[in-house]
């Protein structure tokens, strides 16, 4: 079941010989979870909330994640001072087990760290605003891996599959009740008035670590935070709609479908807030 | 991201020193399809079945499905005539890709089989027929993905660690809408007088080989066969219930929760007509 690693970019439970089994859970059946983390300088963005995330997304799936200091060492070996910016892709699964859905009985969790560059954005996402898909594809309802950032991630990669068009950023999912969830690789929130809301991740999504953070820095704005069912009417009709994620941080979208939103302020004062 | 494996047990993309890439789409994101198939004596049983339901996974999630020659010869590799029964578990993904869910523009599908023995199930449930636990872990919808046997299976995986009575054979897995789907690893038949039912899977589940093989022989049993929506307590009043995949062909149910069925031939009777 061993395999060699050849590469300097990938650790595979902290070593660069590692090794993905092909009966590795995570492999069979997305049994895992996973995070992707902006590097800064060789110091992961936010570490404690997304070590703090990764912790509750295993327990919902009944995984003992790694400690902090033993994915801090990960970091370590990966990434270097010198560096500007990276990206860290951590896996986390339940590790090899034989045929069949049901886990040993002695589970030993596989971690996996994956470096890669920071995506070439282009520069107008962040200084125009991007202009969004509606996805065919709708995010199905599973309350009891709602927010969690698990690798069964087919829905997002036939969602993802829908458009070309590079001058496309993302992709709106709804729900199969209607509602807007996020984006393929965001979350999203609307505007109004003082009201900055974000859709009700209860019973499909992924509850991402920068939605996290807004939520708890608005009030510096002075914007009150909801979270609520939303559907795609209540979406069009918001003053500002902002998308985000940990590595490009937030964009205003400034169209969706038919509708324009004029050049507004929200995605820069929300980037602000999130490097205080 | 090479890698060697180490095994006579596992071909990866056809040799037993091939690897499992940590960036391979199928461990990222669950992004490919399986299959489970009996072999005897060297030879894989239901062959062309099974072979059409993989062109036709694939297809559901647009990946090139191997030439049925290229998967015969792994047969030949891993298997031998000589050996009465044994299991093998065909992976297909959508290869490697950089991070994010947009696949490559050029994707390069890798396949992996692995042997195993068959189960070692116990004779009682052929002879006597079996208990099944009813989950608690509801399958969710989603018709793009609805009877494709993909590699997102987090649902099957929660749902079969609701158990561990070794006298529990399987869970009775119904959607978020209260419909009876299938086991864990099973489908589910329910017969009422000369009718034979079986859920409806437009929505979710999976719509395996031998269900097939069932609904297309029924009538040798003078049984005619209906594809329904059916909820939980339409099965509790069956005649008989029967769940069925593709290693132990065909078990009869006998207790569900309270309700008990009495010994009854049905589960004999279709293992008679799969074989013939």
């Known amino acids: 079941m061993l395999a060699m690693q050849m590469s300097d970019s990938i650790l595979i439970n902290g070593s660069f010989n590692g090794a993905i089994s092909a009966l590795d859970r995570g492999f069979s059946y997305g049994d895992g979870v ?28 009944g995984i003992v994640c790694p400690s902090a200091e033993v994915l801090i060492n990960d970091f370590e070996q990966l990434f270097s001072m010198e560096e500007l910016v990276a990206v860290a892709k951590i896996i986390i699964t339940r590790g090899e087990g034989e045929r069949g859905y049901n886990p ?19 520069q107008h996402h962040f200084d125009e605003g991007v202009s969004l898909h509606l996805c065919e594809t709708r995010v199905g309802h599973q309350p009891k891996l709602a ?54 991740l209860d ?20 914007l009150k935070t909801a979270v609520e069912t939303m559907d795609l009417k209540q979406l069009l009709s918001a003053d500002e709609v902002i998308i985000c994620n940990s590595l490009f941080g937030v964009w205003q979208v400034r169209q969706l479908e038919n509708k324009k939103w004029f050049k507004q302020d929200l995605a820069i004062n929300l980037r602000k807030i999130l490097h205080s």
């Open 34 to 61: 996973f995070r992707t983390v902006k590097v800064v300088h060789g110091l992961p963005e936010h570490w404690p909330v997304h070590y703090q995330k990764l912790v509750k997304d295993c327990s919902a799936i």
């Open 104 to 122: 040993p009985a002695i589970t030993n969790p596989m971690r996996v760290m994956i470096k890669s560059s920071l995506p070439n954005y282009p």
């Open 203 to 222: 019973q499909c999504g992924v509850a991402g670590v920068t939605r996290k953070q807004i939520m708890a820095r608005a009030h510096t704005l002075l």
């Open 147 to 200: 927010g969690v950032k698990h690798l069964n991630r087919l829905e997002n990669v036939l969602a993802r599959m829908e458009w070309h068009d590079p001058k496309i950023a993302d992709g709106l999912m709804l729900d199969i009740a209607n509602n807007v969830i996020e984006c393929t690789a965001a979350n999203i929130f609307a505007r109004y008035d003082n009201v900055l809301m974000t859709p009700q």
